[in-house]
């Protein structure tokens, strides 16, 4: 949480409240929920997970 880099968390929306949310987004880390996936973003929902990387990348 402390490098000086821009971070991006993904989430599935179907996993729940992320632990220490506020503490992520406090330190400068973006978290992102990708829509209709759970732990494995990836697979859940491809289409998602690679508009969120590229976003971040941007």
Do not use: C
């Amino acid at each position: 949480m402390e490098l000086p880099i821009d971070r991006t968390y993904l989430q599935g929306a179907l996993s729940g409240e992320l632990p220490g949310h506020e503490a992520l987004v406090a330190s400068g880390v973006r978290v992102v929920t990708v829509p209709d996936a759970g732990h494995n973003v990836m697979f859940d929902n491809p289409g998602e997970f690679i508009r969120a990387v590229g976003a971040a990348q941007s």
